[in-house]
């Protein structure tokens, strides 16, 4: 069964700081790969995804993750945090188009001014 | 011009009670779904349907009853709610085919059982 893993339930980063989240998936097959964002009280946002072209992929808000296939790895970066990016943020994973997301635990991100 | 949307976004009620979610979707979408965020955030797919047609069920208790009448469409009835029944309800639609494979989200049903 696939799954996904995030490290670390909570990242505290000061403002202008670089933000990374750790996103490693558990599939034989390398699956599609999202990373979305919930703020407080919200639906979640997709930030963006992975779907097989580009292993460097761009998403909103400055955020992007790179796909490794070797460390079965798609982490999450901002070179500089924004107090605007406290929220907490999932990483996901399906196997195709119109199948379900396996999501990973979560991850709180705090940014100190 | 809502994407996904969903009603009530706050539902408290007492245990045994039978309440009902609603969601729409103005995307076009023919896939949508039902996830349950339980209190420590954790994210899981309770159903999907694609055009009208259950087609996961990830082995929730009967007591919840999805209901798709069109593709644009897809309800959750809970018959005899218990206090674990108390999570944020997100409903979610995809297109089934082409190279688009994300998820839209609705902004979650708040469920508190008391």
């Known amino acids: 069964a696939q799954s996904v893993t995030q490290l670390g339930s909570h990242v505290s980063v000061s403002e202008g700081a670089l933000v990374l989240l750790r996103c490693n998936y558990s599939?034989?097959?390398?699956?599609?790969l999202f990373w979305y964002v919930q703020y407080p009280n919200q639906g979640l946002q997709l930030l963006l995804k992975?779907?097989?072209?580009?292993?460097l992929v761009k998403g909103i808000n400055g955020f992007e993750a790179e796909f490794k296939k070797s460390e079965t790895s798609f982490h999450l970066t901002k070179p500089s945090a924004h107090m605007s990016d406290a929220a907490e943020y999932f990483c996901?994973?399906?196997?195709?188009?119109?199948?379900?997301?396996?999501f990973g635990g979560g991850t709180r991100v705090l940014v100190k001014p | 011009d809502t994407a996904v949307s969903q009603t009530p976004k706050y539902l408290v009620t007492q245990m045994g009670n039978d309440k009902s979610i609603k969601c729409e979707q103005n995307l076009g979408h023919d896939t949508m779904y039902w996830y349950k965020q339980d209190s420590k955030k954790f994210l899981k797919i309770m159903f999907s349907y694609n055009n009208k047609e259950l087609i996961i069920n990830e082995t929730v208790p009967n007591r919840f009853s999805p209901k798709s009448p069109d593709k644009a469409h897809l309800n959750l009835h809970i018959n005899s709610l218990e206090l674990g029944d108390s999570a944020v309800y997100f409903c979610?639609?995809?297109?089934?085919?082409?190279?688009?494979?994300?998820?839209?989200f609705g902004p979650g049903t708040r469920l508190t059982v008391t």
């Open positions: 599939s034989s097959v390398p699956p599609y």
């Open positions: 996901a994973a399906s196997k195709a188009a119109g199948n379900k997301l396996t």
């Open positions: 992975y779907t097989s072209a580009a292993t």
């Open positions: 979610a639609s995809s297109p089934s085919g082409g190279r688009s494979y994300e998820q839209y």
